[in-house]
Protein backbone atom coordinates (compact mmCIF):
# COMPACT_ATOMS: atom_id res chain seq x y z
CA UNK A 1 0.00 0.00 0.00
CA UNK A 2 1.61 3.52 -1.09
CA UNK A 3 0.61 5.80 2.11
CA UNK A 4 -0.27 9.68 0.70
CA UNK A 5 0.08 12.35 3.16
CA UNK A 6 -2.56 12.51 5.59
CA UNK A 7 -3.77 15.80 7.25
CA UNK A 8 -1.33 14.69 10.24
CA UNK A 9 1.73 15.05 7.74
CA UNK A 10 0.44 18.14 6.46
CA UNK A 11 0.25 19.46 10.20
CA UNK A 12 4.17 18.65 10.52
CA UNK A 13 5.19 20.15 7.45
CA UNK A 14 7.05 23.35 8.03
CA UNK A 15 6.27 26.85 6.57
CA UNK A 16 9.16 28.11 4.86
CA UNK A 17 11.78 29.67 6.10
CA UNK A 18 11.71 27.41 9.17
CA UNK A 19 13.63 28.63 11.98
CA UNK A 20 14.61 26.15 14.64
CA UNK A 21 11.94 26.47 17.67
CA UNK A 22 13.59 27.91 21.06
CA UNK A 23 14.64 25.41 23.17
CA UNK A 24 12.37 26.24 26.12
CA UNK A 25 9.17 25.20 23.48
CA UNK A 26 10.33 22.44 23.26
CA UNK A 27 10.79 21.57 27.00
CA UNK A 28 7.33 22.66 27.84
CA UNK A 29 5.86 19.91 25.47
CA UNK A 30 3.91 17.41 26.69
CA UNK A 31 5.42 13.56 26.17
CA UNK A 32 2.47 12.89 23.07
CA UNK A 33 3.30 15.47 21.16
CA UNK A 34 7.30 15.00 21.77
CA UNK A 35 6.68 11.62 19.88
CA UNK A 36 4.29 13.43 17.40
CA UNK A 37 7.25 15.92 16.71
CA UNK A 38 10.16 12.79 16.41
CA UNK A 39 10.86 13.84 12.57
CA UNK A 40 10.35 17.42 12.56
CA UNK A 41 12.87 17.53 15.48
CA UNK A 42 14.99 15.05 13.14
CA UNK A 43 14.40 17.39 10.16
CA UNK A 44 15.99 20.84 11.90
CA UNK A 45 19.30 20.31 11.13
CA UNK A 46 18.11 19.70 7.48
CA UNK A 47 16.08 22.94 7.49
CA UNK A 48 18.92 24.98 8.95
CA UNK A 49 21.28 23.47 6.56
CA UNK A 50 19.06 23.90 3.46
CA UNK A 51 18.65 27.79 4.85
CA UNK A 52 22.56 27.64 5.28
CA UNK A 53 23.18 27.05 1.89
CA UNK A 54 19.69 28.74 0.21
CA UNK A 55 18.56 25.29 -0.84
CA UNK A 56 16.02 25.86 -3.73
CA UNK A 57 12.74 25.72 -2.82
CA UNK A 58 11.37 22.73 -4.63
CA UNK A 59 14.84 20.64 -4.01
CA UNK A 60 13.74 21.20 -0.38
CA UNK A 61 10.29 20.35 -0.36
CA UNK A 62 11.65 16.67 -2.56
CA UNK A 63 13.73 16.24 0.59
CA UNK A 64 11.46 17.25 3.33
CA UNK A 65 8.66 14.21 3.12
CA UNK A 66 9.85 10.69 1.64
CA UNK A 67 8.62 9.68 -2.13
CA UNK A 68 6.80 6.88 -0.70
CA UNK A 69 5.96 5.32 2.48
CA UNK A 70 4.57 1.81 2.68
CA UNK A 71 2.94 0.35 5.30
CA UNK A 72 1.15 -3.34 5.38
CA UNK A 73 0.15 -6.04 7.19
CA UNK A 74 1.60 -9.69 7.50
CA UNK A 75 0.62 -12.12 8.91
CA UNK A 76 1.95 -15.81 10.00
CA UNK A 77 1.62 -19.11 12.15
CA UNK A 78 3.06 -19.50 14.95
CA UNK A 79 4.48 -22.34 16.79
CA UNK A 80 3.23 -24.25 20.16
CA UNK A 81 4.60 -22.45 23.17
CA UNK A 82 5.00 -23.95 26.67
CA UNK A 83 4.21 -21.20 29.00
CA UNK A 84 5.63 -20.84 32.65
CA UNK A 85 3.22 -21.67 35.46
CA UNK A 86 4.45 -20.24 39.18
CA UNK A 87 3.27 -19.61 42.25
CA UNK A 88 0.16 -21.50 43.59
CA UNK A 89 -1.00 -22.37 40.69
CA UNK A 90 2.14 -24.68 39.85
CA UNK A 91 1.91 -26.17 43.33
CA UNK A 92 -1.63 -27.61 42.03
CA UNK A 93 0.69 -30.05 39.48
CA UNK A 94 3.59 -30.81 42.67
CA UNK A 95 2.48 -34.73 41.75
CA UNK A 96 2.47 -34.45 38.02
CA UNK A 97 5.38 -36.09 36.91
CA UNK A 98 8.49 -34.95 35.31
CA UNK A 99 8.78 -35.65 31.88
CA UNK A 100 11.90 -36.59 29.73
CA UNK A 101 12.00 -34.28 26.47
CA UNK A 102 14.79 -36.08 24.92
CA UNK A 103 15.75 -34.91 22.01
CA UNK A 104 17.17 -31.40 22.85
CA UNK A 105 16.69 -29.65 19.53
CA UNK A 106 12.66 -29.76 19.96
CA UNK A 107 12.40 -27.19 22.74
CA UNK A 108 14.12 -23.63 22.40
CA UNK A 109 13.88 -21.23 25.25
CA UNK A 110 12.94 -17.68 24.63
CA UNK A 111 14.14 -14.32 26.27
CA UNK A 112 10.62 -13.99 28.03
CA UNK A 113 10.93 -17.58 29.46
CA UNK A 114 8.75 -19.40 27.49
CA UNK A 115 9.86 -22.13 25.42
CA UNK A 116 9.18 -23.45 21.93
CA UNK A 117 8.06 -26.74 21.23
CA UNK A 118 9.05 -27.70 17.79
CA UNK A 119 7.21 -30.62 15.94
CA UNK A 120 6.99 -33.84 17.34
CA UNK A 121 8.36 -32.92 20.54
CA UNK A 122 6.01 -33.85 22.39
CA UNK A 123 6.63 -37.60 20.93
CA UNK A 124 10.13 -37.70 21.57
CA UNK A 125 10.31 -38.84 25.08
CA UNK A 126 8.60 -40.17 28.39
CA UNK A 127 5.59 -37.31 28.56
CA UNK A 128 3.12 -36.61 30.98
CA UNK A 129 0.58 -34.26 30.86
CA UNK A 130 -2.16 -33.29 32.74
CA UNK A 131 -5.22 -30.43 31.79
CA UNK A 132 -2.40 -29.05 29.24
CA UNK A 133 0.69 -28.69 31.83
CA UNK A 134 3.47 -30.19 31.78
CA UNK A 135 6.81 -30.58 33.91
CA UNK A 136 9.96 -30.73 32.76
CA UNK A 137 12.58 -31.66 34.85
CA UNK A 138 14.97 -28.71 36.01
CA UNK A 139 12.91 -26.46 34.01
CA UNK A 140 9.59 -26.35 35.85
CA UNK A 141 5.62 -26.19 34.66
CA UNK A 142 4.56 -25.10 31.70
CA UNK A 143 1.25 -24.88 30.08
CA UNK A 144 0.85 -26.11 26.47
CA UNK A 145 -0.06 -23.63 24.40
CA UNK A 146 -1.18 -24.37 20.72
CA UNK A 147 0.63 -21.69 18.02
CA UNK A 148 -2.01 -19.05 16.80
CA UNK A 149 -1.64 -16.61 13.98
CA UNK A 150 -0.09 -13.69 14.65
CA UNK A 151 -0.64 -10.17 12.21
CA UNK A 152 2.25 -7.95 11.99
CA UNK A 153 2.76 -4.48 11.02
CA UNK A 154 5.58 -3.95 8.39
CA UNK A 155 7.45 -0.53 6.76
CA UNK A 156 9.54 0.43 3.98
CA UNK A 157 9.74 4.24 3.99
CA UNK A 158 11.72 4.85 0.66
CA UNK A 159 13.04 8.23 1.32
CA UNK A 160 15.09 9.65 -1.50
CA UNK A 161 16.65 8.16 -4.65
CA UNK A 162 18.07 11.04 -6.72
CA UNK A 163 21.81 10.33 -6.70
CA UNK A 164 20.87 6.30 -6.63
CA UNK A 165 18.41 3.39 -5.62
CA UNK A 166 17.09 3.39 -2.38
CA UNK A 167 19.18 2.00 0.47
CA UNK A 168 18.89 0.91 3.94
CA UNK A 169 18.33 -1.48 6.61
CA UNK A 170 15.76 -3.58 7.84
CA UNK A 171 15.08 -3.21 12.06
CA UNK A 172 12.69 -5.56 13.79
CA UNK A 173 12.09 -4.43 16.88
CA UNK A 174 8.84 -3.69 19.21
CA UNK A 175 8.95 -0.16 19.04
CA UNK A 176 9.13 1.20 15.82
CA UNK A 177 6.51 3.41 13.90
CA UNK A 178 6.19 5.56 10.88
CA UNK A 179 7.40 8.67 12.20
CA UNK A 180 10.74 6.87 13.40
CA UNK A 181 11.42 4.82 9.75
CA UNK A 182 10.95 8.43 8.56
CA UNK A 183 13.45 9.75 10.48
CA UNK A 184 15.79 6.60 9.68
CA UNK A 185 14.79 6.42 5.77
CA UNK A 186 15.84 10.58 5.53
CA UNK A 187 19.45 9.62 8.01
CA UNK A 188 20.16 6.81 4.81
CA UNK A 189 19.83 9.73 2.17
CA UNK A 190 22.33 12.16 4.36
CA UNK A 191 24.74 9.03 4.99
CA UNK A 192 25.27 8.19 1.83
CA UNK A 193 25.38 11.56 0.45
CA UNK A 194 28.33 12.24 3.26
CA UNK A 195 30.33 9.43 2.29
CA UNK A 196 29.45 9.58 -1.53
CA UNK A 197 28.33 6.52 -2.79
CA UNK A 198 25.92 6.59 -5.49
CA UNK A 199 22.89 5.20 -3.50
CA UNK A 200 19.76 7.00 -1.74
CA UNK A 201 17.95 6.64 1.41
CA UNK A 202 15.58 4.23 2.68
CA UNK A 203 14.25 2.02 5.76
CA UNK A 204 11.97 -0.84 6.92
CA UNK A 205 10.82 -2.96 8.89
CA UNK A 206 8.02 -4.93 10.99
CA UNK A 207 7.14 -4.16 14.60
CA UNK A 208 8.41 -7.21 16.75
CA UNK A 209 10.37 -8.00 19.55
CA UNK A 210 12.39 -10.76 18.05
CA UNK A 211 13.50 -12.45 21.15
CA UNK A 212 10.22 -13.36 21.46
CA UNK A 213 9.92 -15.82 18.68
CA UNK A 214 11.78 -18.66 17.62
CA UNK A 215 13.88 -18.75 14.48
CA UNK A 216 11.80 -20.40 12.49
CA UNK A 217 9.29 -18.38 12.88
CA UNK A 218 11.35 -15.27 12.64
CA UNK A 219 11.90 -16.98 8.87
CA UNK A 220 8.47 -17.60 8.43
CA UNK A 221 7.77 -13.98 9.56
CA UNK A 222 10.82 -12.48 7.25
CA UNK A 223 9.78 -14.97 4.36
CA UNK A 224 6.42 -13.08 4.09
CA UNK A 225 7.43 -9.79 4.80
CA UNK A 226 9.97 -10.17 1.43
CA UNK A 227 6.72 -11.80 -0.33
CA UNK A 228 4.98 -8.29 0.08
CA UNK A 229 8.03 -6.33 -0.32
CA UNK A 230 9.44 -7.88 -3.82
CA UNK A 231 7.40 -5.76 -6.00
CA UNK A 232 8.39 -2.59 -4.10
CA UNK A 233 12.42 -3.18 -4.30
CA UNK A 234 15.18 -4.86 -6.54
CA UNK A 235 18.64 -4.89 -6.80
CA UNK A 236 18.95 -1.37 -9.27
CA UNK A 237 15.90 -0.01 -6.99
CA UNK A 238 15.74 -0.13 -3.77
CA UNK A 239 18.17 -2.32 -1.70
CA UNK A 240 17.74 -3.27 2.01
CA UNK A 241 20.53 -5.07 4.64
CA UNK A 242 20.68 -5.11 8.51
CA UNK A 243 19.86 -3.24 11.25
CA UNK A 244 18.71 -3.26 15.12
CA UNK A 245 16.71 -6.74 14.96
CA UNK A 246 18.09 -8.41 12.21
CA UNK A 247 21.58 -10.05 11.01
CA UNK A 248 22.83 -12.31 8.16
CA UNK A 249 20.67 -15.21 8.38
CA UNK A 250 17.39 -12.44 8.29
CA UNK A 251 19.37 -11.49 4.48
CA UNK A 252 19.79 -14.94 3.27
CA UNK A 253 16.27 -15.68 3.98
CA UNK A 254 15.59 -12.17 2.63
CA UNK A 255 17.15 -13.08 -0.99
CA UNK A 256 15.73 -16.65 -0.83
CA UNK A 257 12.43 -15.09 -1.11
CA UNK A 258 13.14 -12.58 -3.31
CA UNK A 259 14.69 -14.74 -6.24
CA UNK A 260 13.20 -18.20 -5.81
CA UNK A 261 11.69 -19.52 -8.87
CA UNK A 262 13.72 -16.69 -10.76
CA UNK A 263 15.95 -17.25 -14.19
CA UNK A 264 19.05 -16.17 -13.08
CA UNK A 265 19.07 -15.63 -8.96
CA UNK A 266 22.84 -14.79 -9.28
CA UNK A 267 21.87 -11.57 -11.36
CA UNK A 268 19.89 -10.59 -7.64
CA UNK A 269 22.31 -11.30 -5.48
CA UNK A 270 22.53 -7.48 -5.00
CA UNK A 271 19.27 -7.18 -3.55
CA UNK A 272 20.16 -7.16 -0.40
CA UNK A 273 23.63 -6.39 1.23
CA UNK A 274 24.58 -7.48 4.73
CA UNK A 275 25.15 -11.03 3.50
CA UNK A 276 27.15 -13.74 4.88
CA UNK A 277 30.81 -13.50 3.10
CA UNK A 278 29.99 -17.56 1.94
CA UNK A 279 26.85 -16.28 -0.37
CA UNK A 280 27.93 -12.97 -1.70
CA UNK A 281 28.58 -10.75 1.06
CA UNK A 282 31.55 -8.61 1.33
CA UNK A 283 34.45 -9.32 3.42
CA UNK A 284 34.64 -6.92 6.24
CA UNK A 285 30.91 -6.12 6.42
CA UNK A 286 29.91 -7.38 9.30
CA UNK A 287 32.06 -4.63 11.12
CA UNK A 288 31.92 -2.31 8.85
CA UNK A 289 29.58 0.25 10.88
CA UNK A 290 32.43 -0.47 13.56
CA UNK A 291 35.19 -0.09 11.51
CA UNK A 292 34.01 3.13 10.47
CA UNK A 293 33.09 4.61 13.39
CA UNK A 294 36.59 3.77 14.56
CA UNK A 295 38.20 5.17 12.14
CA UNK A 296 36.31 8.68 12.50
CA UNK A 297 37.92 8.00 15.96
CA UNK A 298 40.99 7.83 15.19
CA UNK A 299 41.15 10.73 12.81
CA UNK A 300 39.90 12.87 15.62
CA UNK A 301 42.60 11.74 18.07
CA UNK A 302 45.49 12.78 15.15
CA UNK A 303 44.37 15.68 14.43
CA UNK A 304 44.22 16.44 18.38
CA UNK A 305 47.97 15.27 18.49
CA UNK A 306 46.28 12.58 21.30
CA UNK A 307 47.41 9.23 21.82
CA UNK A 308 44.19 6.48 21.02
CA UNK A 309 45.92 3.71 23.61
CA UNK A 310 45.21 4.69 26.45
CA UNK A 311 42.11 6.52 25.74
CA UNK A 312 38.71 5.55 28.32
CA UNK A 313 35.73 5.17 26.86
CA UNK A 314 31.81 3.76 27.54
CA UNK A 315 29.62 2.21 25.28
CA UNK A 316 26.01 1.90 25.06
CA UNK A 317 24.84 -0.84 23.14
CA UNK A 318 26.46 -4.19 22.85
CA UNK A 319 25.03 -5.58 19.42
CA UNK A 320 26.41 -5.66 16.35
CA UNK A 321 28.20 -2.24 16.53
CA UNK A 322 29.00 -1.84 20.14
CA UNK A 323 31.02 -5.26 19.19
CA UNK A 324 32.92 -4.58 16.88
CA UNK A 325 33.72 -0.98 18.20
CA UNK A 326 34.86 -2.84 20.95
CA UNK A 327 36.85 -5.43 19.48
CA UNK A 328 38.56 -2.25 17.09
CA UNK A 329 39.46 0.11 19.73
CA UNK A 330 40.58 -2.43 22.48
CA UNK A 331 42.97 -3.42 19.15
CA UNK A 332 43.76 0.16 19.52
CA UNK A 333 45.10 0.09 22.98
CA UNK A 334 41.82 1.87 24.36
CA UNK A 335 40.15 1.26 27.35
CA UNK A 336 37.01 0.39 27.92
CA UNK A 337 35.27 1.05 31.22
CA UNK A 338 31.65 0.90 31.53
CA UNK A 339 28.59 -0.65 28.82
CA UNK A 340 25.13 -0.10 29.12
CA UNK A 341 22.92 -2.58 27.24
CA UNK A 342 18.88 -2.73 27.25
CA UNK A 343 19.70 -5.16 30.24
CA UNK A 344 21.79 -3.93 32.54
CA UNK A 345 24.87 -1.71 32.89
CA UNK A 346 28.68 -2.66 33.79
CA UNK A 347 31.56 -0.69 35.04
CA UNK A 348 35.22 -1.90 35.78
CA UNK A 349 37.53 1.50 36.37
CA UNK A 350 40.53 -0.22 35.53
CA UNK A 351 38.77 -1.72 32.21
CA UNK A 352 36.42 -4.40 31.06
CA UNK A 353 38.35 -7.80 29.39
CA UNK A 354 37.01 -7.20 25.76
CA UNK A 355 37.42 -10.67 24.56
CA UNK A 356 35.62 -12.21 27.64
CA UNK A 357 32.57 -9.91 27.75
CA UNK A 358 32.57 -10.64 24.36
CA UNK A 359 32.25 -14.38 24.66
CA UNK A 360 30.02 -13.73 27.84
CA UNK A 361 27.48 -12.06 25.54
CA UNK A 362 27.66 -13.76 22.53
CA UNK A 363 28.28 -17.08 23.14
CA UNK A 364 27.17 -18.42 26.32
CA UNK A 365 23.81 -20.36 25.78
CA UNK A 366 22.62 -19.76 29.28
CA UNK A 367 23.12 -15.59 27.93
CA UNK A 368 19.44 -15.99 26.39
CA UNK A 369 19.49 -11.57 26.52
CA UNK A 370 22.94 -11.30 25.25
CA UNK A 371 23.08 -8.93 27.33
CA UNK A 372 26.22 -7.75 29.43
CA UNK A 373 23.84 -8.00 32.86
CA UNK A 374 25.91 -10.46 34.74
CA UNK A 375 29.13 -10.44 33.66
CA UNK A 376 31.08 -11.27 36.21
CA UNK A 377 34.44 -9.05 34.87
CA UNK A 378 32.56 -5.85 36.03
CA UNK A 379 30.54 -4.27 38.39
CA UNK A 380 27.07 -3.82 38.19
CA UNK A 381 26.12 0.07 38.72
CA UNK A 382 22.49 1.84 37.65
CA UNK A 383 21.50 3.00 34.14
CA UNK A 384 21.49 6.41 36.33
CA UNK A 385 25.29 5.92 36.80
CA UNK A 386 26.34 5.30 33.54
CA UNK A 387 26.15 8.45 32.89
CA UNK A 388 28.40 9.86 35.30
CA UNK A 389 31.55 7.63 34.35
CA UNK A 390 34.60 9.42 33.92
CA UNK A 391 35.60 8.62 30.53
CA UNK A 392 38.01 10.34 26.94
CA UNK A 393 35.05 9.09 24.87
CA UNK A 394 31.36 8.51 25.01
CA UNK A 395 30.01 6.20 22.31
CA UNK A 396 26.06 5.66 22.53
CA UNK A 397 25.16 2.83 19.77
CA UNK A 398 22.12 1.30 20.93
CA UNK A 399 19.16 3.35 19.85
CA UNK A 400 17.79 6.66 19.50
CA UNK A 401 17.33 9.47 21.96
CA UNK A 402 19.59 8.14 24.44
CA UNK A 403 21.64 11.27 25.17
CA UNK A 404 18.78 13.98 26.50
CA UNK A 405 19.63 17.78 27.98
CA UNK A 406 20.20 15.82 31.54
CA UNK A 407 22.77 13.16 30.52
CA UNK A 408 24.63 15.63 28.48
CA UNK A 409 24.64 17.86 31.67
CA UNK A 410 26.22 14.89 33.16
CA UNK A 411 28.53 13.40 30.61
CA UNK A 412 32.50 13.57 31.58
CA UNK A 413 33.87 13.05 28.59
CA UNK A 414 35.53 15.06 25.93
CA UNK A 415 34.11 13.82 22.34
CA UNK A 416 30.48 11.81 21.86
CA UNK A 417 30.51 9.34 18.62
CA UNK A 418 27.18 8.53 17.56
CA UNK A 419 27.11 5.27 16.34
CA UNK A 420 23.14 4.53 16.69
CA UNK A 421 21.50 7.06 14.32
CA UNK A 422 19.77 10.03 16.34
CA UNK A 423 21.41 9.01 19.67
CA UNK A 424 21.77 12.65 20.84
CA UNK A 425 18.74 15.07 21.53
CA UNK A 426 18.46 18.52 19.90
CA UNK A 427 18.44 20.00 23.45
CA UNK A 428 21.22 17.50 24.37
CA UNK A 429 23.18 19.12 21.48
CA UNK A 430 22.98 22.42 23.01
CA UNK A 431 24.42 21.17 26.03
CA UNK A 432 26.89 19.66 25.19
CA UNK A 433 28.09 22.27 22.30
CA UNK A 434 27.98 24.62 25.46
CA UNK A 435 29.34 22.07 27.59
CA UNK A 436 32.79 22.42 25.17
CA UNK A 437 32.16 18.33 24.44
CA UNK A 438 32.92 18.04 20.84
CA UNK A 439 30.84 15.52 18.91
CA UNK A 440 31.46 13.00 15.73
CA UNK A 441 27.86 13.09 14.19
CA UNK A 442 25.90 9.74 13.08
CA UNK A 443 25.47 10.27 9.60
CA UNK A 444 29.42 9.80 9.14
CA UNK A 445 30.07 8.03 12.24
CA UNK A 446 27.92 5.35 11.64
CA UNK A 447 28.19 5.45 7.62
CA UNK A 448 30.81 2.78 7.16
CA UNK A 449 28.25 -0.15 7.52
CA UNK A 450 26.11 1.04 3.91
CA UNK A 451 29.58 1.71 2.99
CA UNK A 452 30.66 -1.03 2.73
CA UNK A 453 27.10 -2.55 1.70
CA UNK A 454 28.07 -0.23 -1.43
CA UNK A 455 31.17 -2.33 -2.07
CA UNK A 456 29.35 -5.68 -1.51
CA UNK A 457 26.55 -4.32 -4.13
CA UNK A 458 29.47 -3.71 -6.63
CA UNK A 459 31.14 -6.95 -6.33
CA UNK A 460 27.44 -8.46 -6.60
CA UNK A 461 26.97 -6.91 -9.95
CA UNK A 462 31.03 -7.31 -11.14
CA UNK A 463 30.41 -10.72 -9.65
CA UNK A 464 34.47 -10.09 -7.66
CA UNK A 465 34.64 -10.69 -4.37
CA UNK A 466 37.10 -8.33 -2.73
CA UNK A 467 39.86 -8.91 -0.33
CA UNK A 468 38.96 -7.69 3.51
CA UNK A 469 42.45 -5.61 3.13
CA UNK A 470 40.83 -3.89 0.01
CA UNK A 471 37.79 -3.50 1.23
CA UNK A 472 39.05 -1.37 4.79
CA UNK A 473 41.74 0.48 2.54
CA UNK A 474 38.68 1.70 0.07
CA UNK A 475 36.58 2.02 3.79
CA UNK A 476 39.04 3.93 5.09
CA UNK A 477 39.93 6.15 2.77
CA UNK A 478 35.83 6.81 2.08
CA UNK A 479 35.38 7.73 5.75
CA UNK A 480 38.25 9.37 6.60
CA UNK A 481 38.66 12.15 3.73
CA UNK A 482 34.86 12.37 4.30
CA UNK A 483 35.46 13.41 7.66
CA UNK A 484 38.28 15.98 6.84
CA UNK A 485 36.03 17.28 4.87
CA UNK A 486 33.04 17.81 7.76
CA UNK A 487 36.19 19.14 9.91
CA UNK A 488 37.02 21.80 7.28
CA UNK A 489 33.42 22.73 6.55
CA UNK A 490 32.89 23.44 10.53
CA UNK A 491 35.93 24.97 10.60
CA UNK A 492 35.60 27.41 7.44
CA UNK A 493 38.76 25.91 6.09
CA UNK A 494 39.57 25.37 2.51
CA UNK A 495 42.28 23.40 1.62
CA UNK A 496 42.65 21.78 -1.56
CA UNK A 497 44.97 18.79 -3.06
CA UNK A 498 44.46 17.12 -6.52
CA UNK A 499 42.15 14.94 -4.94
CA UNK A 500 40.85 16.91 -2.17
CA UNK A 501 39.18 19.86 -2.33
CA UNK A 502 36.86 21.41 0.59
CA UNK A 503 36.43 24.92 -0.95
CA UNK A 504 33.78 23.18 -2.68
CA UNK A 505 31.80 23.19 0.19
CA UNK A 506 32.22 25.75 2.81
CA UNK A 507 29.51 27.74 4.12
CA UNK A 508 32.04 31.20 4.57
CA UNK A 509 31.54 30.88 8.42
CA UNK A 510 32.18 28.31 11.52
CA UNK A 511 29.16 25.51 12.18
CA UNK A 512 28.46 22.98 14.25
CA UNK A 513 29.98 19.73 12.97
CA UNK A 514 26.74 18.10 12.96
CA UNK A 515 25.02 21.02 10.50
CA UNK A 516 28.63 20.86 8.61
CA UNK A 517 28.51 17.25 7.78
CA UNK A 518 24.71 18.49 6.63
CA UNK A 519 25.58 20.85 4.50
CA UNK A 520 27.97 18.62 3.06
CA UNK A 521 25.57 16.07 2.49
CA UNK A 522 23.02 18.33 0.72
CA UNK A 523 25.40 20.18 -1.38
CA UNK A 524 26.20 16.83 -2.71
CA UNK A 525 22.27 16.34 -3.32
CA UNK A 526 21.31 19.55 -4.49
CA UNK A 527 24.16 18.83 -7.45
CA UNK A 528 21.90 16.11 -9.03
CA UNK A 529 18.25 18.15 -9.08
CA UNK A 530 20.50 21.57 -10.12
CA UNK A 531 22.33 19.57 -12.86
CA UNK A 532 19.77 17.01 -13.52
CA UNK A 533 16.59 18.92 -12.96
CA UNK A 534 12.87 17.24 -12.80
CA UNK A 535 11.60 15.12 -14.72
CA UNK A 536 7.83 15.97 -15.14
N1 LIG B 1 21.41 -0.35 8.90
C1 LIG B 1 22.65 0.24 8.57
C2 LIG B 1 22.57 1.75 8.71
O1 LIG B 1 21.73 2.27 9.41
C3 LIG B 1 23.19 -0.20 7.22
C4 LIG B 1 22.34 0.13 6.04
C5 LIG B 1 22.83 -0.45 4.73
O2 LIG B 1 23.89 -1.07 4.71
O3 LIG B 1 22.11 -0.29 3.76
O4 LIG B 1 23.36 2.48 8.19
Known sequence: MLR???????????????????VSVLASKSESSDKRDMYTDAMRVFEEAADLVHLDRRIRLELEEPDYEHIFWISARLQDRLVPIEGVEADTYADLPASDIQDKGSIEPLYDGKLILHAGALRSGSVYTREGVIRLRERGVFRIVRGQEERFKAYRIQHNKVRGPYKGGIRYHQDVSLDLFKVLAAEMTWKTAVVGVPLGGAKGGIKIDPRLYSRQELEAITLRYMYKLKNLIGPDFDIPAPDVGTNTETMAWLYR????????????????????????????????????????????????????????????????????????????????????????????????????????????????????????????????????????????????????????????????????????????????????????????????????????????????????????????????????????????????????????????????????????????????????????
Open 4 to 22: RSTSLDSCRRHELPASPPA
Open 257 to 536: QYSDGERSPHHLRGVVTGKDVRIGGSEGRLRATGQGLVYCVEEWFEQKGRSLAGARYMLQGFGNVGTSVAELLHAKGAVLVAVDDADGTIYAPEGLDVEALVRYVHRTPSNLKRSVSGFPGGEAISKHDFWDVDVDVCIPAALGRAIDASTAERLRASLVVEGANHPTTPEADLVLANRGIELIPDIVANAGGVTVSYYEWIQNKRMEHWTEGDVNARLEQAIKSNYRLILDIAANRSRKTATYDSSLFVAGKTLPVRLAAMVLALRRIEAHYSLEGFSQ
